[in-house]
């Protein structure tokens, strides 16, 4: 960008102009990229360690496919994305690692061996984020400018629709309606995908309603109360969500669809009523469901008393996690030292985060949620920055979608709300998953790129009277 600056001169007016870039930052990401790639491998090695007495012996081929993996995302945003946000990539890139170690340690243990359905999911997992990277690598070529989705709003809200309509017709897994069974493929959850889709109808829509839907008619306790029919599309929002609830019993799609909806609301608007409302009907409508809908009625059960749910013998997933982050105190017992895999068949999918509290600690906790809040953090930076209104929605819904599905999980895994199912983004176990979340970084990312590219420098005038000394 050029930088204009007088220089005083008692004879003349003369202005300089140095042509001085915006710093894009990739250099630095490339060094975050080294050590988010340098840490899992230690991780690696570590829990080799502790289990055997010696290094793992694909500890060597892990690292190699993570640091290619990594490589290649650098090289596409130094090509396609350069001012792009240096955070996001190195990031999710940690997580990604993080979570490979942790499945792989969990692999390697008897009782779960022992199992009938134990399958190692390692070598799948490290499959999945190699197309998710592809995916990441996709969207940033071909994805021009942000922008264009919007063309797109109705069209996002159909398929956004089917995504969500089509686990109605497959069995139940575990008592929740959230795969679809393709043959040759296995299963596939749709709503991962989904919530970016709703992202993208979700800004269209509200950058053109935000307007009707700010207005106030009266002022009731400190708030301004929406009129009657602009309560029209939270309403829908709402009704949809619950039926999401009622037929596939799956509290976590439903908390995540509404509560992305109801924070973009917010944002569009500017309106503290619609968090209330959000709040209220959302509390109305689980506890209407929990009261007739017996799959979630056993795990509100579980929730509120975990330990009987144990002894019992009707639920004990929540009670040894709980277990599992009491027995990690602070620091945790170390990489491979822990008991986490007594959670059962998942401890690497919904679970995973107790091992982390039981090997890592609190500390280990608080750092791995310190990047997920740093990640929610880049994205609201990048829609703060966003030039347009579709840009600032879309990665706000983006950001917030991510944030509600960090929550939900930890808050279930934790004892703070009821379990949902979902998965934790990057580190679970779970193809659909961790591909659709790097697709999310990458919309984040090209959203950023715009953001923060400099504008290009005004043309000159040639019909300026002030003389110009161009200095390079």
């Given at each position: 960008?050029?930088?204009?600056?007088?220089?005083?001169?008692?004879?003349?007016?003369?202005?300089?102009?140095?042509?001085?870039?915006?710093?894009?930052?990739?250099?630095?990401?490339?060094?975050?990229?080294?050590?988010?790639?340098?840490?899992?491998?230690?991780?690696?090695?570590?829990?080799?360690?502790?289990?055997?007495?010696?290094?793992?012996?694909?500890?060597?081929?892990?690292?190699?496919?993570?640091?290619?993996?990594?490589?290649?995302?650098?090289?596409?945003?130094?090509?396609?994305?350069?001012?792009?946000?240096?955070?996001?990539?190195?990031?999710?890139?940690?997580?990604?690692?993080?979570?490979?170690?942790?499945?792989?340690?969990?692999?390697?243990?008897?009782?779960?061996?022992?199992?009938?359905?134990?399958?190692?999911?390692?070598?799948?997992?490290?499959?999945?984020?190699?197309?998710?990277?592809?995916?990441?690598?996709?969207?940033?070529?071909?994805?021009?400018?942000?922008?264009?989705?919007?063309?797109?709003?109705?069209?996002?809200?159909?398929?956004?629709?089917?995504?969500?309509?089509?686990?109605?017709?497959?069995?139940?897994?575990?008592?929740?309606?959230?795969?679809?069974?393709?043959?040759?493929?296995?299963?596939?959850?749709?709503?991962?995908?989904?919530?970016?889709?709703?992202?993208?109808?979700?800004?269209?829509?509200?950058?053109?309603?935000?307007?009707?839907?700010?207005?106030?008619?009266?002022?009731?306790?400190?708030?301004?109360?929406?009129?009657?029919?602009?309560?029209?599309?939270?309403?829908?929002?709402?009704?949809?969500?619950?039926?999401?609830?009622?037929?596939?019993?799956?509290?976590?799609?439903?908390?995540?669809?509404?509560?992305?909806?109801?924070?973009?609301?917010?944002?569009?608007?500017?309106?503290?009523?619609?968090?209330?409302?959000?709040?209220?009907?959302?509390?109305?409508?689980?506890?209407?469901?929990?009261?007739?809908?017996?799959?979630?009625?056993?795990?509100?059960?579980?929730?509120?008393?975990?330990?009987?749910?144990?002894?019992?013998?009707?639920?004990?997933?929540?009670?040894?996690?709980?277990?599992?982050?009491?027995?990690?105190?602070?620091?945790?017992?170390?990489?491979?030292?822990?008991?986490?895999?007594?959670?059962?068949?998942?401890?690497?999918?919904?679970?995973?985060?107790?091992?982390?509290?039981?090997?890592?600690?609190?500390?280990?906790?608080?750092?791995?949620?310190?990047?997920?809040?740093?990640?929610?953090?880049?994205?609201?930076?990048?829609?703060?920055?966003?030039?347009?209104?579709?840009?600032?929605?879309?990665?706000?819904?983006?950001?917030?979608?991510?944030?509600?599905?960090?929550?939900?999980?930890?808050?279930?895994?934790?004892?703070?709300?009821?379990?949902?199912?979902?998965?934790?983004?990057?580190?679970?176990?779970?193809?659909?998953?961790?591909?659709?979340?790097?697709?999310?970084?990458?919309?984040?990312?090209?959203?950023?790129?715009?953001?923060?590219?400099?504008?290009?420098?005004?043309?000159?005038?040639?019909?300026?009277?002030?003389t110009q000394v161009v200095r390079p």
């Amino acid at each position: 960008m050029s930088a204009i600056s007088p220089i005083p001169n008692s004879g003349s007016n003369t202005t300089t102009i140095s042509t001085v870039g915006a710093p894009s930052r990739r250099n630095t990401e490339l060094a975050l990229l080294a050590f988010a790639v340098i840490l899992p491998c230690f991780a690696y090695a570590n829990v080799g360690l502790a289990l055997d007495g010696e290094m793992p012996s694909g500890m060597l081929g892990y690292g190699i496919g993570l640091g290619l993996m990594a490589g290649v995302g650098h090289l596409v945003v130094r090509k396609f994305a350069k001012y792009a946000d240096p955070l996001l990539l190195p990031l999710a890139t940690l997580l990604n690692g993080i979570g490979l170690v942790i499945i792989w340690r969990l692999d390697q243990s008897p009782r779960l061996m022992a199992g009938k359905t134990f399958a190692p999911a390692a070598t799948n997992q490290l499959l999945f984020s190699a197309l998710g990277i592809a995916l990441f690598v996709a969207v940033l070529i071909f994805l021009k400018d942000h922008r264009i989705l919007q063309r797109y709003t109705y069209i996002s809200m159909a398929v956004a629709l089917a995504l969500l309509v089509a686990p109605m017709f497959f069995p139940a897994v575990y008592g929740a309606r959230i795969w679809i069974t393709i043959p040759g493929l296995g299963s596939i959850q749709p709503g991962e995908f989904a919530k970016i889709v709703l992202s993208i109808f979700f800004a269209g829509y509200l950058m053109v309603k935000r307007d009707a839907l700010a207005l106030a008619s009266r002022r009731f306790m400190g708030l301004y109360l929406p009129r009657g029919r602009d309560l029209g599309p939270i309403l829908a929002v709402w009704a949809f969500s619950i039926l999401i609830l009622v037929f596939e019993t799956d509290l976590g799609t439903s908390l995540l669809f509404f509560g992305m909806f109801v924070v973009m609301l917010y944002v569009a608007t500017e309106r503290t009523s619609w968090i209330v409302f959000g709040l209220l009907m959302s509390g109305v409508g689980a506890v209407a469901v929990a009261s007739f809908e017996h799959h979630v009625q056993q795990r509100v059960d579980a929730w509120q008393h975990p330990f009987d749910a144990f002894k019992d013998g009707s639920s004990d997933q929540i009670a040894q996690a709980l277990m599992a982050f009491g027995s990690g105190g602070v620091f945790g017992t170390g990489w491979g030292q822990g008991h986490s895999d007594l959670i059962g068949f998942a401890a690497n999918s919904d679970f995973i985060l107790a091992t982390v509290g039981e090997e890592l600690g609190l500390a280990g906790v608080m750092a791995i949620l310190l990047i997920y809040g740093l990640i929610v953090e880049r994205g609201v930076r990048t829609a703060l920055a966003a030039r347009d209104p579709f840009g600032k929605l879309l990665a706000t819904g983006l950001s917030g979608a991510f944030a509600i599905q960090v929550f939900v999980v930890a808050g279930g895994v934790m004892g703070l709300i009821p379990l949902t199912g979902m998965t934790m983004p990057f580190m679970a176990q779970g193809g659909s998953s961790v591909i659709a979340n790097w697709a999310l970084i990458a919309v984040l990312i090209k959203i950023s790129d715009t953001a923060r590219r400099p504008a290009p420098a005004p043309a000159p005038n040639p019909d300026a009277e002030m003389t110009q000394v161009v200095r390079p």
